[in-house]
């Protein structure tokens, strides 16, 4: 039974992932404001709160927006529940932009923000704006506590990167592995090392196909389609096609032995295809993925330190259930490739 | 054995395709599910696709195990 412990252990932590993943509540933020324009003069707004407690203390709540270097205070505000707040602003100067910012700061939350939450609906837009009120507070983090940031347009779906990101993780892992049996074949030529180095690549077509639905789903209702022309999904779409032509080299020629060779050195060659246009690329250009010009995954300021905690355990815990999965496929195969050589001498 | 049970599937798939449709025509209820509490049902559904395409992987490792058991019935027969 000893053996079989990496496997317990990775199934162990993909559970934990899952029930921290899930249970660990998002942070206090402001998902939608309505309406979401302001007129010249009075607008009227009901700002969204989310996991908030507007009534705890609704006296200290402070709300403003700002345009450029202008500030805009609100000169009615009424808390309506724990999740509402109904605000007047009149605004009737020149702006910056055609786009405002919201921020509201509670001593509970402290400071939460909403990016370009309003557009300006007949206001003067302007290259040098008056200066507008000053009632902001400084701007506050949140009392600690162990939580997921709250961010704009991704609100819960956040979640998702542990079970998108570490299916593109187990994916290079289990591709790697490939790699690897496929160099070992082309040392020693054994069959065997033919049939895991498959085997390893069919498994991480697997774990693209996961990346890609998962990633897929997640897309569709955050940034609107199921299917957007961002490099990282162009890239990727095109390493599984890589791939596909692996498969397609490897079962084409009828000679094993001379299949295995051309096999393997495509397979090379495609990791390094892969490798390409998965990491590299998209990181060279605009992306809608976080991390353009960086390790999006390592880099401090793309990923919430709780959200590591999470993470990099499902990362490794992948790696262990792509592994048990490939382990699965290749003694099934190679018992396979056993018989058959047993059944010919 | 896949083709005996070959008609079952293709009313299977077709009542998925005509829910499918359904869902298609209807696409407010699909938005109206997915954007409540937070967005929390997309996470969901992430979750549901991880876990059916490794059953549907695991599955066809267990139909082709099933068909290497079965073959070598025949030879020791």
């Given at each position: ?11 162990i932590i ?14 206090p933020?402001i ?59 009149s ?20 400071t ?156 090379i ?19 809608l ?29 992948w ?26 001498y | ?26 696409t407010?209820?699909l ?47």
């Open positions: 039974m000893w053996h079989y412990w990496w496997k317990i252990l990775s199934a993909v559970l934990a992932t899952i029930i921290f993943g899930l249970g660990t509540p998002l942070s933020g998902p939608a404001v309505e309406p979401d324009r302001i007129n010249n003069g009075v607008t009227s707004l009901t700002i969204k709160g989310y996991n908030t407690r507007f009534t705890d203390n609704p006296d200290a709540i402070k709300v403003w927006i700002t345009n450029g270097d202008a500030t805009f205070c609100p000169y009615e505000k009424t808390v309506v529940d724990d999740t509402h707040i109904r605000v007047t602003f605004v009737t100067e020149k702006i910056a932009d055609a786009f405002f910012d919201l921020y509201v700061n509670t001593p509970r939350e402290g939460m923000y909403l990016p370009s939450a309003l557009l300006q609906n007949g206001l003067e837009v302007s290259l040098n704006p008056d200066e507008g009120d000053d009632c902001i507070s400084t701007v506050s983090a949140a009392a600690d506590a162990f939580d997921f940031p709250n961010q704009p347009i991704l609100n819960e779906t956040i979640r998702n990167v542990f079970y998108h990101v570490p299916s593109w993780f187990a994916m290079i892992f289990i591709l790697v592995v490939s790699l690897v049996h496929s160099v070992i074949f082309l040392n020693k030529g054994n069959p065997l090392s033919d049939i895991s180095a498959a085997n390893a690549a069919k498994v991480g077509l697997l774990f693209a196909l996961i990346g890609l639905g998962t990633g897929s789903v997640w897309a569709r209702f955050t940034w609107g389609a199921w299917w957007v022309n961002d490099p990282r999904l162009n890239g990727a779409a095109i390493a599984v096609l890589i791939y596909l032509a692996y498969f397609v080299l490897r079962s084409s020629v009828n000679d094993s032995e001379k299949a295995g060779r051309l096999a393997a050195v495509y397979n060659f495609a990791f390094v295809m892969m490798v390409l246009f998965v990491l590299i690329l998209p990181r060279l250009t605009d992306s993925h976080p991390g353009a010009g960086g390790n999006p995954a390592f880099n401090q300021y793309d990923l919430d330190d709780n959200m590591r905690v999470v993470l990099y355990p499902a990362i490794i815990a790696f262990g259930m792509a592994y048990w999965i490939y382990d699965l496929k290749n003694r099934m195969e190679k018992m396979k490739f056993k018989q058959i050589m047993k059944d010919d | 054995m896949i083709t005996k049970h070959l008609n079952k599937i293709i009313v299977l798939f077709l009542s998925f395709l005509a829910v499918g449709a359904q869902a298609q025509t209807n407010d209820w938005e109206n599910t997915m954007f409540q509490s937070g967005k929390i049902n997309v996470v969901i559904a992430v979750l549901g696709v991880v876990f059916v395409l490794i059953t549907v992987y695991l599955i066809s490792l267990d139909v082709k195990l099933k068909r290497m058991e079965k073959d070598r019935k025949n030879e020791e027969t």
